[in-house]
């Protein structure tokens, strides 16, 4: 048996700019594929169409246009722009017979001459993934699941909440506010030791749950579709434990806006913290009543 992300993230190309992939339905997340994966499957195609090694996927932006649901998807790819330092490409992810799906744009870009600093922190104190109570412990007996297990969240990512509260606790709300570590069960390392950027989209994609945090806990059940998502991949994860720090910094309109700082601190959390990847993102409340 592979590795689930990279079976998943694996296309065919039929044609020039042409492909196919099979989304696995244990990637579903109430009840569509999380967004994130969908897009990784969108960044494959584009990298297999532009083939320049030199030039590594820098950022991207994607549009949840229509929904992609599992199975069978195609993936249509434009080459916009092919450069010597710089290329841009966008692609399209949808479901056969489907008129629109998911759409990404993304530039891939080489090494050039600048500055190099970081102007981010994280937290104090957070606690190391080893200290942090894991989202797959069950919940007390009396806590109601509206939406069932998730293969997605019980076999494929495990998070350990470093900071904010389980939905069943009763706390005074504050900053809409969350850090979570993150571990692919089969983490999808390259040859050279480093995580595949493309595992960094999709763990970029978990941001409204600090919602919770500014709200307090509810009786009343909602989950949040997303928009859109931006993606600023900066630099190479070594570590299997990502430390995903979460905000949303406006709602309104039912609609919010929510930013991630995704975060490599060594392999059990004590190293340096740096900062690999900056996402944001619009997504919409919907309540299943």
Not at 189 to 214: C, Y
């Amino acid at each position: 048996m592979g590795n689930p992300f990279v079976d998943v993230t694996q296309v065919e190309r039929r044609a020039p700019g042409t492909f196919s992939a099979v989304i696995d339905d244990r990637w579903n997340l109430r009840p569509l594929p999380q967004g994130g994966i969908v897009t990784a499957l969108a960044l494959r195609a584009m990298a297999v169409e532009l083939a320049d090694s030199n030039q590594r996927l820098r950022t991207l932006h994607t549009t949840f246009v229509s929904q992609v649901s599992h199975g069978a998807v195609d993936i249509d790819v434009d080459l916009l722009r092919r450069g010597r330092s710089m290329s841009h490409l966008r692609a399209e992810v949808r479901n056969a017979n489907a008129g629109r799906g998911h759409v990404t744009v993304a530039v891939f870009g080489g090494v050039r001459r600048g500055f190099d600093f970081t102007d981010l922190r994280l937290p104090r104190c957070l606690p190391p993934p080893s200290a942090c109570v894991s989202l797959r412990d069950p919940p007390p007996s009396d806590f109601p699941n509206p939406f069932g297990p998730m293969p997605f969240w019980d076999e494929l990512v495990e998070g350990r909440r470093a900071l904010g509260h389980a939905p069943w606790e009763d706390f005074q709300p504050g900053r809409a506010e969350r850090a979570f570590w993150y571990r692919f069960d089969a983490p999808p390392f390259l040859a050279d030791g480093t995580l595949d950027p493309l595992a960094l989209v999709v763990l970029a994609d978990t941001m409204p749950g600090a919602v919770i945090e500014k709200v307090g806990p509810r009786n009343r059940d909602w989950f949040a579709p997303s928009v859109d998502l931006t993606v600023h991949l900066l630099d190479a994860c070594r570590s299997p434990w990502v430390l995903a720090h979460n905000q949303v910094r406006y709602a309104g309109d039912g609609y919010a806006s929510a930013d991630s700082a995704l975060w490599d601190c060594g392999l059990d959390g004590g190293d340096a913290p740096r900062l690999v990847a900056y996402a944001t993102q619009i997504f919409l409340f919907s309540f299943p009543d």
